[in-house]
């Protein structure tokens, strides 16, 4: 058996390629903000490891300055899940994964991280997925996913 054989091990393969993103992040994050930002950027993602994951190169361009970040997905054939490292170009280094599969068209992830010194619970949703478009959007909870506030989205648009 090989790892594209597996169920769910291609779910990422509608990413790789050339995108331009538009981004919304809230202007202050767990503070009860309704204040979005909005700025662009871009992306390029391709297949790595024979197709058991993925990584992705990011210009971000804040109003504050544009910076980079990358992400890389792995597939655990094993467990028939992912796991997704952010690494951010202003402070190096791979951030704690969050893990979690696609159903219906919808891939859902969760991990466990701090923000401001708080324990928060991160929720990524990977969901509007076309062959030239896609939708991304993170939430933070601070009550063990009781309650969640979307803080970023991204809308992908294939180059």
């Not at 054989?5 to 509608?14: E, N, R, T």
């Not at 009860?32 to 700025?39: A, C, M």
């Not at 696609?102 to 859902?108: A, E, I, L, P």
Request: glycine share 10%; charged share 20%; aromatic share 14%.
């Amino acid at each position: 058996m090989t790892t594209a054989s597996v169920s769910g091990a291609a779910d990422f393969d509608f990413l790789h390629g050339s995108w331009r993103v538009s981004h919304q992040r809230l202007a202050a994050r767990l503070k009860g903000s309704t204040d979005w930002v909005r700025f662009g950027g871009t992306m390029t993602a391709k297949p790595i490891l024979g197709g058991c994951g993925n990584f992705d190169e990011n210009v971000i361009e804040l109003p504050q300055g544009t910076y980079q970040a990358c992400t890389v997905r792995l597939f655990n054939p094993e467990q028939g899940r992912w796991s997704i490292y952010w690494i951010d170009g202003r402070d190096p280094k791979l951030d704690q994964p969050v893990h979690g599969t696609f159903s219906d068209g919808v891939g859902t992830f969760f991990g466990e991280d701090t923000f401001e010194g708080r324990p928060i619970r991160i929720r990524f949703l990977w969901s509007q997925i076309k062959a030239n478009s896609a939708r991304w959007e993170q939430a933070f909870s601070v009550d063990s996913g009781a309650t969640w506030e979307a803080n970023w989205i991204m809308e992908f648009t294939r180059v």
